[in-house]
Nanobody, 120 residues
Framework: QVQLVESGGGPVQAGGSLRLSCVAS????????MAWYRQAPGKQQRETVA??????????IYPDSVKGRFTISRDNAKNTVYLQMNSLKPEDTAVYYC???????????WGQGTQVTVSS
C-alpha cells in the first residue's frame, strides 16, 4: 500500500519553530533519497526545501531560502522523515509535503500535506 502521511504543521508566530513528520510506505521510503517540498498559497509549483540521501551518509541539501533554519532527518527503522523548522518567517507559509527526492506532481503519488502558517 502506497502511503505518505505528513503531520506537525499548524499556526506559529514568526521566529517560532515546528517539527514536521512524515511516515511513508516502504515502497516509497526504502533506501531512497527523501525530500520535503512546499507549495505556497496561489502557486502551482512545489519547491524542494530539504533533501536527505538514502545511503547511510545522510547527506543533506537545502536551498538558500531555508539553509541554517531547516534540518531534515530520517529514521529508517520507522520509515519516517522529519523536518525541524526554526526561525520561521511568514514566507515559509505553505503546505508541506514529503516524498522521494525528485518526485513530480504528475508522476508520483502525494499525501495530503500539512499546513504551516507563519504570522508576523
Amino acid at each position: 500500500q502506497v502511503q505518505l502521511v505528513e503531520s506537525g504543521g499548524g499556526p506559529v508566530q514568526a521566529g517560532g519553530s515546528l517539527r514536521l513528520s512524515c511516515v511513508a510506505s516502504r515502497s516509497i521510503f526504502s533506501r531512497n533519497a527523501m525530500a520535503w517540498y512546499r507549495q505556497a498559497p496561489g502557486k502551482q509549483q512545489r519547491e524542494t526545501v530539504a533533501r536527505i540521501s538514502g545511503s547511510g551518509s545522510g547527506i543533506t541539501i537545502y536551498p538558500d531560502s531555508v539553509k541554517g533554519r531547516f534540518t531534515i532527518s530520517r529514521d529508517n527503522a520507522k520509515n519516517t522523515v522529519y523536518l525541524q523548522m526554526n526561525s520561521l518567517k511568514p514566507e515559509d507559509t505553505a503546505v508541506y509535503y514529503c516524498n522521494r527526492a525528485g518526485a513530480t506532481i504528475v508522476n508520483n503519488y502525494w499525501g495530503q500535506g500539512t499546513q504551516v502558517t507563519v504570522s508576523s
